[in-house]
């Protein structure tokens, strides 16, 4: 990748983004207790933990030494973001093979709070890999196949969808449309979340002669071709304009995003009020019933919120009373936080004034969600929905994970996590026409997006494809062996197609986001309970680094220094651009215990759907 000038706004942003706003405020989050049971298995290359679940935990810290007293560190498996994880199993890669390490475990009532740690264990990983064996139980039915992508995904701030300018030669507006669209069409995706709604490129706000001017007709542009593509906006209601900030000085990316508090609160009330109202009367009925509201975007980073605490907690108050003036149906949220911070305090501020909170929203990168149900539980808010609003394998931008297999395999073991306890994991974002720190400077370049400059699938791409082509019925399948349930995860399900099974090998170590050979796994799947002798055809579809991927493909091209393919290797790339087969497949022949086995090696990183039929 050839290198390319920092802009100003870009390195702003990497010296703040870790800055955040004031301190986290008191909530009611306990401290809990350790977890109990905890084992250290060894495998190779690899040691899976497991422990008891503590009632009450939102997530889990592992802590690794040298020995039995410490001193004790949080694994860092490079996520840069929240490194707690939401429940056992963990799967540690980080270590030496044949060297002893010692493990212990903290319970997490919060993100910020922590319980005392575990008894600790030790173990030693081994230099030789084993296998793994899954089963498949089709007489089984676990219930229907829940699907987090479906509700959410994320994009750049939504007027780009209608630029006409050019990346790379490709036109920027049509492009990401097209991949909205394909996130509707494809992945079964109905909504989607932006920045920006309230910037001075769509002109909402004006002030003349000292009076406010209201003008929604940008962002009746802006919805207008959103809904033409089938999807409804979560309307982020950000960032601020610049005739009522505080301080307009105060901004966030290329595209000069206001992020300090309103100069008039009243006067900030009247917009949303005003914007909140003229979507009702434009879009009639289907505001109240599909669209959403959600205050700001992660006002716990000084990169994002020029304020206090205290004035996010303002910011909040008044917007929702701004939207539900409008109509009390309407539903509004928050507080869209960055690393899954102030939802304790968000919730304790809701239970001393009464404000509504009608579903919950956070962010979180390098790392499967944490799980939220214990806190609203505490607050009497069983039921209420959880939507992590940003999600994604870094925060980062420009960084080469986001092009790999590693973060496909890592989107599939953040939604089979979140499946059954999170209503909405929105991946962040849909396609690399993307501008917040700059705009894509090469074909690829660790942009964000699902779909390249081109609309090329990348691997994550591949991964919710993969998802969404599984069966409506969940069967019951077990793992057995090395890394099994920790390294190599399953989701198989039954439905017209057939017997369809989702394999994956990962790890959250992100320093073996390259590849693993010796965290590659011999696996053989056996799937019961078919008619005896029956005959079966076997489709095996792959993504790894030779399989459905688009970063070796153009490897395969590129030449050195170059950024964008000519028109030749363009159409070389679009030829490639499928989800590929692979071996084994063919005719497959039950035995006569109605028992199909099939065996496969599954590289680290890498992803396999299998179908019978």
């Known amino acids: 990748m050839t290198e390319h000038p920092m802009t100003d706004a870009r390195a702003d942003w990497e010296s703040r983004i870790g800055i955040r706003t004031g301190v986290s405020f008191v909530g009611n989050a306990p401290e809990l207790d350790a977890p109990d049971g905890l084992v250290a298995v060894a495998g190779g290359s690899q040691v899976t933990l497991d422990w008891k679940p503590v009632d009450g935990a939102v997530g889990y810290q592992v802590h690794v030494a040298d020995g039995a007293d410490g001193p004790w560190v949080e ?29 212990a475990v903290a319970s997490l009532s919060d993100v910020h709070v922590e319980g005392p740690l575990s008894a600790p264990v030790s173990a030693v990983p081994l230099h030789a890999a084993g296998t793994v064996t899954v089963s498949v139980d089709t007489d089984s039915d676990l219930g229907e196949l829940d699907r987090p992508w479906r509700p959410m995904i994320g994009s750049e701030h939504l007027s780009h969808a209608l630029s006409t300018d050019t990346t790379g030669g490709r036109v920027v507006g049509e492009e990401l449309s097209s991949a909205l669209r394909a996130a509707h069409e494809e992945l079964g995706v109905t909504h989607v979340r932006a920045h920006a709604i309230l910037c001075d490129d769509l002109g909402v706000y004006r002030e003349v002669e000292g009076d406010p001017v209201h003008d929604f007709s940008g962002v009746d542009r802006v919805y207008d071709h959103i809904r033409s593509l089938g999807l409804y906006p979560v309307v982020e209601v950000s960032f601020m304009p610049h005739d009522l900030a505080s301080d307009p000085a105060k901004t966030v990316f290329d595209y000069d995003a206001i992020i300090s508090p309103p100069k008039d609160w009243g006067r900030w009330h009247d917009l949303v009020r005003d914007l909140t109202a003229h979507l009702l009367e434009r879009y009639g009925d289907e505001v109240v019933e599909h669209w959403s509201f959600e205050v700001w975007n992660e006002a716990n980073l000084e990169v994002f919120w020029s304020g206090t605490p205290e004035e996010y907690l303002r910011l909040y108050d008044v917007t929702v009373a701004a939207v539900r003036s409008v109509d009390d149906r309407l539903v509004v949220g928050g507080p869209s936080s960055a690393a899954a911070g102030w939802v304790e305090e968000l919730l304790a501020h809701a239970e001393e004034t009464g404000v509504p909170v009608d579903f919950v929203s956070t962010h979180t990168y390098g790392s499967p969600p944490l799980d939220f149900r214990p806190t609203l539980a505490r607050y009497g808010r069983v039921g209420t929905p959880i939507w992590w609003t940003e999600w994604g394998v870094t925060p980062t931008h420009f960084n080469e994970v986001s092009d790999a297999v590693f973060a496909g395999t890592f989107l ?202």
């Not at 498996?77 to 890669?93: E, I, K």
């Not at 399900?493 to 994956?504: H, N």
């Not at 990962?506 to 053989?524: F, H, I, M, P």
Request: glycine share 10%; hydrophobic share 40%; no cysteine.
């Open 412 to 613: 599939l073991r953040g939604m089979a996590s979140s499946m059954g306890r999170i209503e909405a994991l929105s991946y962040w974002v849909v396609s690399d026409h993307f501008e917040e720190l700059g705009r894509p400077p090469a074909l690829l370049h660790g942009g964000f997006g699902l779909r390249t400059v081109g609309e090329l699938r990348k691997p994550r791409w591949w991964a919710l494809a993969m998802l969404e082509r599984l069966g409506p019925r969940r069967l019951a399948t077990s793992l057995t062996g090395d890394g099994a349930g920790s390294l190599v995860e399953v989701i198989s399900t039954r439905g017209d197609t057939g017997i369809t099974t989702l394999l994956w090998n990962l790890t959250l170590d992100q320093t073996k986001a390259a590849g693993s050979d010796e965290l590659a796994r011999d696996v053989r799947v056996e799937v019961t309970g078919l008619e005896p002798g029956a005959t079966y055809q076997l489709v095996h579809e792959r993504v790894d680094q030779l399989h459905s991927n688009v970063a070796a493909a153009w490897g395969r091209l590129r030449e050195d220094g170059q950024d964008w393919p000519d028109d030749e290797q363009w159409a070389q790339l679009r030829a490639a651009d499928r989800l590929e087969e692979a071996e084994p497949a063919g005719v497959v022949v039950a035995d006569a215990a109605g028992t199909v086995s099939i065996e496969l090696t599954l590289p680290m990183p890498a992803m396999s759907l299998l179908t019978l039929y």
């Open 75 to 103: 694994l860092d498996h490079a996520g840069r973001d929240v490194l707690a994880v939401p429940h056992p199993p963990y799967v540690d890669t980080t270590g030496t093979p044949g060297e002893e390490r010692w493990y």
